[in-house]
């Protein structure tokens, strides 16, 4: 089992867990004026029967009575609000390391899960990578000029100027990159 050393103590995951558990509920136990005693927690879809049960652990250990996990597209997509209307929808999460997509059901106000799974060797950081790569690819191209391939900042900036593309696409359809 694995285990922390924090200021002399030993604390398993589940122990830390719980601490920023109870943090989150307590400041939001106080912009609402009332405790907080059920909680849903959203988890990475590639998550396992055990880590989903060290989840629920730490919930226990902050002190809430009930605990619901829900996988994190799935989570987006009720706060989406997808409508009423009958509908199958995928939807995926692409974080900094992960990648995970949940195929929901719509029906009547009704959502069901019909598949979920993710992938935790594969997110928005390789797409990243892509995205620099196709960069280099294009500017070499146009300008007929072998970029260095030792150049570190000149790599970050490939990167820094992809990702700002790709956050800006979340909300246009088109892009320039500079």
Known sequence: EAMVS?????????????????HLAQRAAERLGQPIEKVVITVPAYFNRSQRHATVEAGKLAGFDRIRLINEPT????????GREEQKVLVYDLGGGTFDVSIIEVDNGVYRVIASYGDMHLGGDNLDESIAAWLRKAFEAEYSFALPADDKSLRARLREAGEEAKIRLSEVESTEIH
């Open 6 to 22: 924090v200021g002399g103590q030993s604390l398993a995951p589940e122990d830390i867990s719980s601490y920023i558990l109870r």
């Open 75 to 82: 989570a987006a997509a009720l706060a989406f609000r997808l």
